[in-house]
């Protein structure tokens, strides 16, 4: 008995095109079908033309290295490729592809090459603030201008020697007075307000003016520390958009030290980009190009107040004054 192989259905020329159709039709339709379902987006996600070409290249590779791995298979493959050049299908069919290859190629070539003007279909803008509420305009950081009862109210802690941490460091300067066993819990920051604040507690003689320099130095303190347990990772310990996670973005994290970005806009506009991350912002932001997350979903509103006076410390920046002032 001789054994038979079964031959394919389709031939090798045939199911090459197909693939190649399949593969563009899921790049360039079915890939932005899906993201629309995953995000929940109104608009779907386009794919880039750069990555397309990507796809088609490998694509091709790969079925060129299936085609050619046997003399069969090039053989199977060039069959259809040799009768149809030799008028096997007619020569009407022939004459009329062999007209058309060239006219489609040369069709692409001008739509790819020939000026265009048109309106882009989204318009990224660095600060989008469609959806920004009036009211955020004229916010203030608390935490960058305390009160004359904040400050009092720091004053008599100081005093005590009993000041109030936030959660976040509070473990960390317990285990350093364990080991050093200070005699005033301010002496963990080794700053200038810091110290003239410890020799008048010392001289019973606390002025308003060094208590206040010394509650806005723990309140940068405890933002540096939340920004560090937060953001550091993107925008890096420069705050300059180079953190160790940086290079994984489609866009870089925001370098808060280039004078176009937290410099030329309000604090209310800040703490609003901050508070809806990336996800809340309004359409012309294209907001898949932001990673930042809807930090309001776990960071409290004075917590996030005190990493944004962090941000303006470590860039050495300050934010544009409300036009209304």
């Known amino acids: 008995m001789t054994q038979t192989t079964k031959k394919p259905i389709l031939g090798s020329f045939l199911t090459v095109i197909l693939t190649l159709l399949a593969t563009y039709a899921l790049v360039k339709w079915g890939i932005p079908a899906l993201s629309r379902e995953i995000t929940s987006l109104p608009f779907p996600l386009p794919v880039p033309g750069t990555l397309m070409f990507f796809y088609m290249t490998l694509t091709i590779v790969a079925l060129f290295l299936i085609v050619t791995f046997s003399e069969e298979g090039l053989a199977d493959f060039l069959r259809p490729v040799k009768k149809f050049l030799r008028g096997g299908y007619g020569s009407i069919p022939r004459a009329f592809i062999l007209t058309l290859i060239p006219a489609v190629i040369g069709w692409q070539v001008y739509e790819i090459t020939v000026p265009k003007v048109e309106v882009p279909s989204s318009l990224r803008i660095q600060h989008p603030s469609s959806n920004f509420p009036k009211s955020f305009e004229a916010k203030r950081n608390p935490f960058a201008s305390p009160?004359?009862?904040?400050?009092?109210?720091?004053?008599e802690q100081a005093k005590a020697n009993e000041i109030e941490f936030i959660p976040q460091v509070q473990?960390?300067?317990?285990?350093w007075a364990e080991e050093i066993d200070p005699e005033h819990v301010l002496e963990f920051f080794p700053l200038a307000p810091m110290r003239k604040l410890l020799a008048q507690i010392q001289a019973d003689n606390v002025d308003k003016a060094t208590a206040k320099a010394a509650l806005l130095?723990?309140?940068?303190?405890?933002?540096?520390?939340?920004?560090?347990?937060?953001?550091?990772?993107?925008?890096?310990?420069?705050?300059?958009g180079d953190g160790p996670?940086?290079?994984?973005?489609?866009?870089?994290?925001i370098n808060f030290?280039?004078?176009?970005t937290i410099e030329t806009i309000v604090e209310g506009y800040t703490f609003w980009r901050v508070t809806n991350g990336g996800p809340g912002l309004?359409?012309?932001a294209t907001p898949w190009d932001s990673a930042m997350p809807e930090w309001k979903l776990s960071l409290t509103e004075e917590q996030r107040w005190r990493i944004i006076m962090a941000e303006y410390d470590l860039a050495q920046k300050t934010p544009r004054i409300p036009e209304g002032h």
Do not use: Q, W
């Open 147 to 155: 009160t004359e009862a904040e400050v009092d109210a720091f004053i």
């Open 282 to 284: 309004p359409t012309e």
């Open 257 to 260: 030290t280039d004078n176009g």
């Open 245 to 253: 996670m940086a290079d994984g973005f489609k866009l870089r994290p």
């Open 217 to 240: 130095e723990k309140n940068l303190f405890e933002g540096r520390a939340l920004y560090a347990m937060n953001c550091r990772a993107c925008h890096g310990d420069s705050v300059a």
């Open 171 to 175: 473990e960390d300067i317990e285990h």
